[in-house]
C-alpha cells in the first residue's frame, strides 16, 4: 500500500496538499472541490484547463484561512447510487491494472452486488477518495455545508451556467469521461442493495436532499 501511495503522488503531483490552489484558482479567486465522479473533469476543464486533486474543503483552509473565507467555493454533488454505480463501472471499465490506481481492488470484484452488500463499508468508503461521502468533502466540522454553492448533477448544464454567470465568463460544458445517464436502479440494485447505499451515504440523503425513492 505504501509503494502504491507512492506511485499514486508521482502520477499525479496534484495529489500533493501544498499543489492545492491551482494558479487557476487564485486567478479567479474561486474553489472548485473536485468530487469524484458527479461531472468534476467536465467543469474543471470548461472553467480552468485543468483538473484540481480531490481535496476536501477543509484543506483548502487549514492551508490558507484568508483564501478560503475571500474566494468563491462550490461543488457538484450527485445521486449517492447513481455515483456509486459511476464509480464500479469506472473501475471495471479500466482495463490496464496500473491506471486502476486507487481504483484497482474494486475491479476485481465480480459483481456489483457483491461490491455493495459485501465490500462496501463505513470504514472502506471513508478512506477512499472516490467512495468518500460528498458531505464529508464540503465540511468543516462534520455537521455543516462549508462552500457557497452546491450544483447537481442531475441539473448540471443550468448549475454549471450559473456558476460561468458567477465567474463572469461564457463557456460551454465539455462532455468528457461523465454520462448524463441516469442509472435504472431497478436493473441494478435490489432493495437489500438500495438500503445499504441509503445508511451508508445517509449524510449525502440528508444534506442534498436525495431519497431512497429517487
Request: net charge neutral; glycine share 2%.
Amino acid at each position: 500500500m505504501v509503494l502504491k501511495n507512492a506511485i499514486e503522488r508521482l502520477r499525479y503531483p496534484e495529489m500533493n496538499p501544498k499543489n492545492a490552489y491551482l494558479p487557476m484558482f487564485k486567478e479567479s479567486e474561486t474553489i472548485f472541490v473536485h468530487i469524484p465522479k458527479t461531472a468534476g473533469t467536465s467543469v474543471s476543464q470548461a472553467l480552468y484547463g485543468e483538473q484540481p486533486w480531490h481535496h476536501p474543503i477543509k484543506l483548502y483552509a487549514e492551508l490558507d484561512q484568508e483564501k478560503y473565507n475571500q474566494y468563491f467555493k462550490f461543488a457538484f454533488v450527485r445521486n449517492p447510487w447513481d455515483r456509486l454505480y459511476s464509480t464500479f463501472c469506472y473501475a471495471k471499465k479500466i482495463s490496464h491494472p496500473v491506471l486502476r490506481g486507487p481504483l484497482s481492488d474494486i475491479a476485481k470484484i465480480e459483481s456489483f452486488e457483491e461490491f455493495v452488500l459485501d465490500w462496501c463499508t463505513h470504514k472502506k468508503i471513508n478512506e477512499h477518495f472516490f467512495l468518500m461521502p460528498q458531505f464529508n468533502y464540503l465540511t468543516l466540522d462534520g455537521e455543516t455545508l462549508a462552500i457557497d454553492y452546491v450544483g447537481y448533477f442531475e441539473n448540471l448544464e443550468n448549475d454549471f451556467q450559473h456558476i460561468a454567470k458567477k465567474l463572469n465568463i461564457t463557456v460551454e460544458l465539455p462532455v468528457t469521461n461523465q454520462s448524463k445517464k441516469k442509472v435504472n436502479k431497478g436493473a441494478v440494485y435490489t432493495q437489500e442493495m438500495r438500503e445499504k447505499v441509503a445508511e451508508l451515504y445517509h449524510l449525502d440523503l440528508l444534506h442534498f436532499n436525495y431519497s431512497l425513492t429517487d
